[in-house]
């Protein structure tokens, strides 16, 4: 089992910045695959970034590339969003999320790929 605990959200208007924090707890964290997913209201949950468990294969999802940044300490079982530059359309509840993968390898970008998941944390942008 893992425990995750989002943190770092809040209100800022277009064009600031916050940085997301995920701290994990129960099995190995540096074995699994982290994921950051977002979900605005009716809409499905959808990638916004991954991270394999040694940082060394990254995904973003097109529409935050260049804003975004996903990172993980490994030492702190935390894993982070720097999310820049942001947009009113960036407004969501985002997730993180774990998936168990000690052979490493490119992480999954699909949510059904990942077996654990936090509370959520409210991001809002304003214009």
């Known amino acids: 089992q893992v425990q995750l605990v989002e943190s770092g959200g809040g209100s800022v208007q277009a064009g600031g910045s916050l940085r997301l924090s995920c701290a994990a707890s129960?099995?190995?964290?540096?074995?699994?695959?982290m994921g950051w997913f977002r979900q605005a209201p009716g809409v499905e949950r959808d990638v916004v970034a991954t991270?394999?468990?040694?940082?060394?294969?990254?995904y973003y999802v097109d529409s935050v590339k260049g804003r975004f940044t996903i990172s993980r300490d490994n030492a702190k079982n935390e894993v982070y969003l720097q999310m820049n530059a942001l947009k009113p359309e960036d407004t969501a509840v985002y997730y993180c999320?774990?998936?168990?993968?000690?052979?490493?390898?490119?992480?999954?970008?699909?949510?059904?790929?990942?077996?654990?998941w936090g509370q959520g944390t409210q991001v809002t942008v304003s214009s």
């Open positions: 999320a774990a998936d168990w993968r000690p052979a490493g390898g490119v992480p999954p970008y699909t949510a059904t790929e990942y077996d654990y």
């Open positions: 129960g099995r190995s964290f540096s074995r699994f695959a």
């Open positions: 991270i394999s468990w040694s940082g060394g294969d990254l």
